[in-house]
């Protein structure tokens, strides 16, 4: 399984980024995907989960200092997780990790360092 994540970068209070999350080896519309993020010196916290499933709505899961200002969002197609994120905050600055697990391993991608600061 390979978990790949892009879409990160600096950018202004206030501001939206796309993150995305692409990930293989997996029969991918069945997998639930899960977005994290680490901040200097804190732990890793779950941000934002989809589920899979054969149903075409997933349901979602958003940490409560996310909610209403993230959207995460799956295009299966495409083996692709997206986190949509507006009304950024410095708080928010972190490396945003994605991971998937399948048959009981879990697997992350390597991290995209997202930068709120003016």
């Known amino acids: 399984v390979q978990v790949v994540e892009s879409g990160g970068g600096l950018v202004q209070p206030g501001g939206s980024l796309r993150l995305s999350c692409v990930v293989s080896g997996t029969r991918f519309s069945v997998v639930t995907v899960n977005w994290f993020r680490q901040a200097p010196g804190k732990q890793r916290e779950l941000v934002a989960t989809?589920?899979?499933?054969?149903?075409?709505?997933?349901?979602?899961v958003y940490a409560d200092s996310v909610k209403g200002r993230f959207t995460i969002s799956r295009a299966n197609a495409e083996n692709r997780v997206d986190l949509q994120m507006n009304t950024l905050k410095p708080e928010d600055t972190a490396v945003y990790y994605c991971?998937?697990?399948?048959?009981?391993?879990?697997?992350w991608g390597q991290g995209t360092q997202v930068t709120v600061s003016s």
């Open positions: 991971n998937v697990r399948w048959y009981g391993e879990i697997s």
């Open positions: 989809i589920a899979g499933g054969i149903t075409t709505t997933s349901s979602t």
